[in-house]
């Protein structure tokens, strides 16, 4: 049924029988020093995102506080921490989340949504018994309603922010330091002793869209995690520079050149031997490929599925069709044939694991003590401001963006 309404609607909003979203009727563009969120309405096109006045002594939560962010209302749980927002990230699962195809934001909360999973903020009121305190500058991971000024997290997903590091830049951190360290983890490089997996004779890596925000941090997680050769793809030319910086040994461009070219460079650039473990969410384009150029003993690991989807703003009819037609030539691995190659697919999605709180908060841990010893470079980030997140929709949709995007609430910082 979820599905039927996000056709409906991005059919009418295709044909333009959608009226763009106003702001809540409690008043236009709340000014500064009000508390607000962002919301997706409905499922389609980035008309469908608005801003509204979050009441009185209520916060944004995530699904793991309250199923239905867009109540926004309190929870009876005991360990929450009110943080004011100054700055939150944006994600591709966002962008998923706004064209209705993000399936825990529709199983766990449903729409209108509070979408977003990073903040960096100020401690604005604590639980008892918690080692934050009032004031803390903190960042954390919420499971949707970080588009906010005002969230309620559990307090095992905060952590205090380094002195060094902005808060824009930690608001960049969570969602993607979290994915890339659970991804090296299962792909046989784990940063967790209790978490320990033979690597093996080969330690090669191959991480594709390596300029990303969840690319960049599988680089340089990946040599503090045992890896010894580090090989990039990206997309563009321009890009290859920054993947570079991040500690790539070797970087793979696509632009102007074939399927074939650009695959033949990736194994030059592991001397013609598989990889142990390949990092891939850009879907139908790349995963048989991927499969393919795995190692004995090798692991394909999956997060992700962007050219699955158009990069326009909304899904025209068009755009269902070829969605169809991508799941329709999705790569089928058989269980018989991994046996025999030693080979293995691994999936994941962390928007589901509100139940995994001990191994959350052990990569938190990790990723804190890092952060803290400078052992990784913090994100590129492309600022914007709480009235243009329709505009990093379209930014990372169009996949030119370089980092990631963060977004600026105007919230003052103690």
């Excluded at 980035?46 to 239905?68: D, F, M, S």
């Excluded at 795995?294 to 599925?305: K, P, T």
């Excluded at 037609?325 to 025999?340: C, E, N, S, V, Y």
């Amino acid at each position: 049924m979820n599905q039927v309404k996000a056709v409906a609607s991005t059919l009418c909003d295709w044909a333009g029988l959608s009226r763009p979203q106003e702001n809540d009727a409690i008043g236009s563009r709340p000014g500064f020093g009000e508390e607000r969120a962002v919301e997706i309405v409905q499922p389609g096109g980035t008309a469908q995102i608005r801003t509204l006045k979050i009441p009185e002594g209520a916060t944004t939560t995530g699904y793991n506080v309250a199923r239905r962010t867009k109540h926004l209302r309190g929870s009876k749980r005991d360990d929450l921490v009110e943080v004011g927002v100054s700055h939150f990230a944006i994600n591709f699962a966002d962008v998923c989340i706004r064209l209705g195809l993000y399936e825990s934001a529709i199983r766990n909360v449903g729409y209108p949504i509070v979408p977003g999973f990073d903040i960096a903020g100020v401690v604005t009121k604590v639980p008892n018994n918690c080692d934050l305190k009032v004031g803390d500058r903190v960042f954390g991971a919420t499971l949707f309603g970080g588009y906010s000024t005002k969230v309620s997290v559990p307090k095992n997903q905060l952590r205090e922010v380094p002195q060094y590091v902005t808060s824009e830049q930690a608001a960049a951190l969570p969602a993607v330091s979290l994915t890339a360290l659970h991804a090296l983890t299962i792909a046989g490089f784990p940063a967790l002793s209790k978490c320990s997996i033979p690597l093996g004779k080969n330690k090669s890596v191959l991480v594709h869209s390596a300029s990303g925000g969840v690319g960049g941090m599988l680089v340089q997680f990946a040599k503090l995690c045992g890896a010894e050769n580090v090989v990039g793809v990206v997309g563009r030319k321009n890009k290859t520079e920054y993947a570079i910086s991040l500690g790539c040994d070797a970087v793979v461009y696509k632009e102007g050149k074939s399927k074939g070219e650009w695959w033949k460079e990736v194994e030059e650039a592991n001397g013609g031997v598989g990889y142990k473990a390949i990092f891939d969410a850009n879907g139908v384009e790349t995963l048989q490929a991927s499969y393919e150029h795995l190692d004995l003993c090798g692991r394909l690991v999956v997060y992700g599925f962007h050219t699955n989807l158009d990069n326009g703003t909304s899904l025209s009819p068009l755009s269902w069709i070829r969605m169809i037609i991508g799941f329709l030539k999705m790569p089928r691995f058989d269980a018989m044939q991994m046996t025999l190659d030693s080979r293995a697919v691994l999936g994941f999605n962390l928007s589901f694991f509100e139940n995994e709180t001990e191994l959350i908060g052990d990569y938190f841990n990790t990723i804190t003590t890092w952060l803290s010893a400078k052992k990784f470079q913090l994100p590129k980030v492309n600022l914007y401001e709480m009235d243009e997140v329709a505009q990093t929709h379209e930014l990372i949709q169009s996949g030119k963006s370089i980092g990631k995007i963060v977004v600026r609430t105007n919230k003052n910082e103690l």
